[in-house]
T-cell receptor, first 114, second 114 residues
Framework: DAGVIQSPRHEVTEMGQEVTLRCKPI?????LFWYRQTMMRGLELLIY????????DSGMPEDRFSAKMPNASFSTLKIQPSEPRDSAVYFC????????????FGPGTRLTVT | AQSVAQPEDQVNVAEGNPLTVKCTYS??????LFWYVQYPNRGLQFLLK??????LVKGSYGFEAEFNKSQTSFHLKKPSALVSDSALYFC????????????FGKGNQVVVIP
């Protein structure tokens, strides 16, 4: 199993540019989670999907952030326009919805906005 | 709402000594409890979980954790720490009857001194 795949691994962009982060969950998993990690705020849940449907997006910081899951094997997190305070590591995780099943994390995308 | 407290910022321990990382939780119902480890520049990696049954749970790399319902705790332990155990450790909880989002603690940095 390849695990959760995220791309790109590193992204450096200028303020005001659009950024798109991509995630491929583990095959067969029906829940997908987007997290952001910073030194100041720790690990924050941004949004999560069950069966491709967004369930809770209360962690999305602003309207500049949007996430989609067009099918069971792909999700995107978009920031438009990006700002320096968006600099962070963004993780995608997937799991089965049922029961006490652990989440599996991808390697993360390190975003730097200058 | 479900939540986790990891009271210590950093845990320092000499190599070969027992390691304990503390975690207390709050949920409205019965909990599912998890421990994750994060090595530098990597995603979170699942260590172990408590779902039901024996209060002592054994996981990867010689780690174990004890569920204590009366104290609402789920402390992570290792009898003999290795330098390679130096990492960031996260405790997480979800409500057994609720949705499948996890509430993560702020994380504890463990430093094992040679």
């Amino acid at each position: 199993d390849a695990g959760v795949i995220q791309s790109p691994r590193h992204e450096v962009t200028e303020m005001g540019q659009e950024v798109t982060l991509r995630c491929k969950p583990i095959s067969g998993h029906n829940s997908l989670f987007w997290y952001r990690q910073t030194m100041m705020r720790g690990l924050e849940l941004l949004i999560y999907f069950n069966n491709n449907v967004p369930i809770d997006d209360s962690g999305m910081p602003e309207d500049r952030f949007s996430a989609k899951m067009p099918n069971a094997s792909f999700s995107t997190l978009k920031i438009q326009p990006s700002e320096p305070r968006d600099s962070a590591v963004y993780f995608c995780a997937s799991s089965l919805f049922e029961g006490g099943v652990e989440q599996y994390f991808g390697p993360g995308t390190r975003l730097t906005v200058t | 709402a479900q939540s986790v407290a990891q009271p210590e910022d950093q845990v320092n321990v000499a190599e070969g000594n027992p390691l304990t990382v503390k975690c207390t939780y709050s949920v409205s119902g019965n909990p599912y409890l998890f421990w994750y480890v994060q090595y530098p520049n990597r995603g979170l990696q699942f260590l172990l979980k408590y779902i039901t049954g024996d209060n002592l749970v054994k996981g990867s790399y010689g780690f174990e954790a004890e569920f204590n319902k009366s104290q609402t705790s789920f402390h992570l332990k290792k009898p003999s720490a290795l330098v390679s155990d130096s990492a960031l450790y996260f405790c997480a909880v979800r409500d057994m009857g609720g949705n499948n989002r996890l509430a993560f603690g702020k994380g504890n940095q463990v430093v094992v001194i040679p």
